[in-house]
C-alpha cells in the first residue's frame, strides 16, 4: 500500500498527461523553457556553462592536515552563494499564500447573444488555463485552513490574448472603494506593534475596522460563513466579483458577473478540525489539489454568467456596480454556459505558481469593465504591484506569456527576455510595422459610452444600505450554518479584549438579527441586546446557502478514507473496502501501529500481510474525510489504545462517515458514545444511522457498499 501512495507524487499518470502538451497551446509554449531535474545524462555546469568538477569544496589554500583561507576566485562557489542569497523575491501584499494548477476551459454553449469574444461563443475551443487558489491575509509560509476568504484567479490563454478573472469563493467584497484597500488591509493583516496574529482576522484591529466601516456587513456575514474555511479548494464556487461587461458583435453592451461552481458540491470543514489542520498539516489544500489531479480525479467547475441588458441597470433597490452586492439568482438568474477542468499539475512552484501573475486589467475583445469604482482602482493595483513583485517584463515570464503572437513598441527595461529585431520601436513608421489592428482584424473596441457628471467624491444613494444584503445572506442559511455562523463570530469577538471593538459590534449584529446578536453577545462578554436594530424583510435567497450547492451526484471520488488495522486484521473485509473505495476512485489510506508489514488474521510472522501507508501516531483523523475499521481479533489491542479511540471518537465529533465490521463495532460504538447520542449497531444486520455511522456485524459485502454510500453523503 505505501509504495503505491507514495507514488502519487511522482505519479506516472503525470507523465501521461504531459502527452496532452502537445495539444494544449500553454503547455507546448512553457516546455520551451523546461528542463528536467532528474536528467542522470546532463553535468553540472556554472550559470554561465562550464562544467563543474566539485561542487562541495571551496577552493582554499589548504594541505591534507591544515586548513587554509578560501579563495575569492572560486567563482563557482560565488555564484552558489550570491544566487542563493537573492532567491526571494517580495511575496504578494496580498494573497501571498497560494496553489495553482493548469487546465482547460470548454464552452458548450455559445454566448454570441451577448459578446463577440471568442472564448465565450466557439464552442470548438479548448482554452488552455491557469487556476491559483490562495488565502489573502497570511503570509507566503502560512497554513492552508485558517479561517480566510479564498483566491480564485484564473487566467484563460485565450487566441485573441490573456484574459484574468481574479477572482474569490465569496461573490461580494468588504469595500466598494478601491481607495479603501490599504485601509481594509492593514486592519486585518497582523497588527502592526508587534506583528500578531497571522493570518487570522480574531483581532482588535480587523473587528474596529468592520464597525466603523459598516459596508463591509455584508461580506463580514460570508467570511465568518463555512466559506471561510473550505474543505478543499476543489469544492469551493468561484466569483468574479465586481461587474464587467460583455459587448456583443452589435456592439451591444451587457452587465456580466462570473461564477465557477464545483461539480464536487461546495464543502467546509468544521472549525475545530480547521483550527487542528493548521498545525497538523498546513499544506493540506496544497497536496489535496496536488493529490487529486496527480491521482486522474481532475476537478471540475461549471461556468456561468448572469447578465443584465443596460437598460436594466437601474431596475433593483441595489446597485449593480456595487462589489458589496450580489445579483440574487431568482431576479438575475445564472447561464451555464461552460466548464473549466484542472488537469495538470505544475512542475515547479516558483516559475509557475510564484511568479503567476494576474491582472483585472486583462481583458479581450468583447469583455470589458463597468463603473465599479472596486474594479476600476484594482484595474491600477495589479500591474503596479506586478512591477514591484517582479519587474517591469512580468509579462514576458513563461506562466504569464499569452499563447497569441505579442508585438508592440514596447522595448527594454529590466530582465527583457524578448529579442525584436529592427529599427522599427515607434509608430508610426516607415515599414508600417505593428500597425493598431482594425476591428474586423480582431483590434479590441472601447464601448462608446456618454459619461455626464459632476467630479465629486460622492457615491450614488444606493451604495448607502449597507444592511439588507447581510439580512439576505443570514436569513438564507440553514439551521447549522447560523450555529456555524454564532459559532465563528463568538470565536472572533472572544480573541478581541477591547471591549469598545465587541460592543459595537454587537450593536451591527443588532442591524442584522437580534438573536444572531444575542446569542454572540453571551460568548463575546458583550451585554445582551434586546432591540432589532434595522428592521429585517425576511427575504432570502436560496444561491446564498452552502446546501444549494451539494453536488446532483454525490461521489465518493478523491475524498480520502483512512483504514485504521492493527495485526490480526480481518482480510476479507479489508480486501473487500480497500478494493471499492479503489473501484469508486477514493483515496484509500491504510493507517496501522506500525509502518512495517501488519498481519492479517491467521497469518503469522512473515506472512505477506500490509505495509500501512502511516501509522497512528503520523497522521491524524481530521487529514481524512472518513475511516473505517475492519473486524479481527486486532481489535482487542486497538480498543485499549487511546490514539485509536481518539481517532475514531474526533472523526464522530466532526461528522465524518465511519465504517466498521465485526469485532471494530464495538469499538465504534464506545469511542462515539456521547450521553444521549448513541448509534444503534446491533447483531449482523447492517445499521446505517443519522450520524454517519455504518456498520455491520458480519463482513458482508453489501456493508461495504453502504459504507460507501454513506461517505458519499458525508457531511452533506
Ligand atoms: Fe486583489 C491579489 C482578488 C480587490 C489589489 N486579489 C489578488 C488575488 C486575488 C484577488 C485572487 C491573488 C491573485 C494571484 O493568485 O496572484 N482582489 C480580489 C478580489 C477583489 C480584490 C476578488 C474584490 C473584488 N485587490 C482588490 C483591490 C485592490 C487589490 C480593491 C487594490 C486596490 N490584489 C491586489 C494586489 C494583489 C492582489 C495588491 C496582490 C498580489 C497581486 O495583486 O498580484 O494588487
Given amino acids: 500500500m505505501q509504495t503505491e501512495m507514495a507514488s502519487t507524487l511522482s505519479s506516472g499518470l503525470q507523465k501521461v498527461m504531459d502527452g496532452a502538451a502537445f495539444q494544449n497551446p500553454k503547455l507546448a509554449d512553457i516546455s520551451k523553457d523546461t528542463k528536467d531535474s532528474h536528467d542522470s545524462n546532463a553535468r553540472l555546469t556554472t550559470d554561465w556553462g562550464s562544467k563543474v568538477s566539485d561542487t562541495d569544496h571551496w577552493l582554499t589554500v589548504s594541505t591534507e592536515d591544515q586548513y ?39 464552452l458548450y454553449e455559445s454566448a454570441q447573444d451577448v459578446t463577440s469574444a471568442g472564448v465565450l461563443t466557439d464552442t470548438s475551443r479548448t482554452t488552455p488555463v491557469f487556476l491559483r487558489f490562495s488565502t489573502v491575509l497570511g503570509s507566503r509560509g502560512s497554513a492552508d485552513t485558517v479561517r480566510d476568504v479564498r483566491g480564485f484567479a484564473v487566467k484563460f490563454y485565450t487566441e485573441e490574448g490573456n484574459w484574468d478573472i481574479v477572482g474569490n469563493d465569496i461573490p461580494v467584497f468588504f469595500i466598494q472603494d478601491a481607495i479603501k484597500f490599504t485601509d481594509l488591509i492593514h486592519a486585518a493583516k497582523p497588527e502592526p506593534d508587534v506583528e500578531v496574529p497571522q493570518a487570522q482576522t480574531a483581532h482588535n484591529n480587523f473587528w474596529d475596522f468592520q464597525y466603523l466601516h459598516s459596508e463591509a456587513t455584508h461580506m463580514f456575514m460570508w467570511a465568518m460563513s463555512d466559506r471561510g474555511i473550505p474543505r478543499s479548494y476543489r469544492m469551493m464556487q468561484g466569483f468574479g466579483v465586481n461587474t464587467y461587461t460583455l459587448t456583443n458583435a452589435k456592439g451591444e453592451r451587457h452587465f456580466v458577473k462570473f461564477h465557477f461552481t464545483p461539480t464536487l458540491g461546495v464543502h467546509s470543514f468544521v472549525w475545530d478540525e480547521a483550527l487542528k489542520l493548521a498545525g497538523q498539516d498546513p499544506d493540506f489544500h496544497r497536496k489535496d489539489l496536488y493529490e487529486a489531479i496527480s491521482q486522474g480525479v481532475f476537478p471540475t467547475w461549471k461556468f456561468g454568467i448572469q447578465t443584465l441588458e443596460e437598460s436594466q441597470e437601474h431596475d433593483f433597490d441595489f446597485d449593480i456596480l456595487d462589489a458589496t452586492k450580489v445579483w440574487p439568482e431568482e431576479m438575475v438568474p445564472i447561464r451555464y454556459i461552460g466548464e473549466l477542468e484542472l488537469n495538470r499539475n505544475v512542475d515547479e512552484y516558483f516559475t509557475q505558481t510564484e511568479q503567476a501573475a494576474f491582472a483585472t486589467g486583462h481583458v479581450v475583445p468583447g469583455i470589458g469593465f463597468s463603473d465599479d469604482p472596486l474594479l476600476q482602482g484594482r484595474n491600477f493595483s495589479y500591474f503596479d504591484t506586478q512591477v514591484s513583485r517582479l519587474g517591469i517584463n512580468w509579462e514576458e515570464l513563461p506562466i504569464n506569456r499569452p499563447v497569441c503572437p505579442v508585438m508592440n513598441q514596447n522595448r527594454d527595461g529590466q530582465k527583457r527576455h524578448t529579442i525584436t529585431k529592427g529599427k522599427a520601436n515607434y509608430w508610426p513608421n516607415r515599414w508600417e510595422s505593428a500597425p493598431p489592428a482594425k476591428p474586423s482584424e480582431g483590434g479590441y473596441v472601447d464601448h462608446p459610452e456618454k459619461v455626464a457628471g459632476i467630479k465629486t467624491r460622492l457615491k450614488s444613494q444606493k451604495f448607502k444600505d449597507h444592511i439588507s444584503q447581510a439580512q439576505l445572506f443570514w436569513n438564507s442559511q440553514s439551521p447549522p450554518e447560523k450555529m456555524h455562523l454564532i459559532s465563528a463570530l463568538g470565536f472572533e469577538l472572544d480573541h478581541c479584549d477591547d471591549p469598545v471593538v465587541y460592543n459595537r459590534m454587537i450593536e451591527r449584529l443588532c442591524d442584522i438579527d437580534i438573536e444572531l446578536a444575542q446569542a454572540v453577545a453571551e460568548k463575546a462578554g458583550a451585554p445582551t441586546p434586546t432591540k432589532q436594530g434595522k428592521p429585517n424583510a425576511g427575504n432570502q435567497s436560496a444561491g446564498l446557502s452552502i446546501t444549494a450547492y451539494n453536488a446532483p451526484k454525490p461521489t465518493i471520488a478523491s475524498r480520502r478514507v483512512a483504514i485504521l488495522i492493527g495485526d490480526g486484521y480481518d482480510p476479507v473485509a479489508f480486501n473487500g473496502v480497500y478494493a471499492a473505495l479503489k473501484a469508486a476512485k477514493a483515496f484509500p489510506f491504510v493507517i496501522g501501529p506500525k509502518r512495517q508489514t501488519v498481519l492479517a488474521e491467521g497469518e503469522s510472522k512473515g506472512g505477506k500481510g500490509v505495509q500501512p501507508d502511516h501509522h497512528f501516531e503520523g497522521m491524524r483523523s481530521t487529514m481524512f474525510d472518513s475511516i473505517f475499521i475492519p473486524g479481527g481479533p486486532h481489535i482487542e489491542t486497538l480498543r485499549k489504545q487511546g490514539r485509536v479511540v481518539h481517532w475514531v471518537r474526533e472523526a464522530f465529533g466532526h461528522l465524518k462517515a465511519i465504517g466498521a465490521t465485526g469485532e471494530a463495532v464495538n469499538l465504534v460504538k464506545t469511542a462515539c458514545e456521547v450521553d444521549g447520542m448513541t448509534f444503534s449497531a446491533a447483531g449482523s444486520h447492517d445499521v446505517v444511522d443519522s450520524y454517519g455511522v455504518v456498520t455491520a456485524g458480519a463482513a458482508k459485502p453489501e456493508s461495504f457498499k453502504e459504507t460507501i454510500n454513506m461517505a458519499k453523503g458525508a457531511k452533506d
Fill in 68 to 106: 587554509g583561507p578560501a579563495l575569492l576566485e572560486d567563482g563557482h562557489a560565488r555564484e552558489k552563494i550570491h544566487r542563493f542569497d537573492h532567491e526571494r523575491i517580495p511575496e504578494r501584499v496580498v494573497h501571498a499564500r497560494g496553489a495553482g494548477a493548469f487546465g482547460t476551459f470548454k
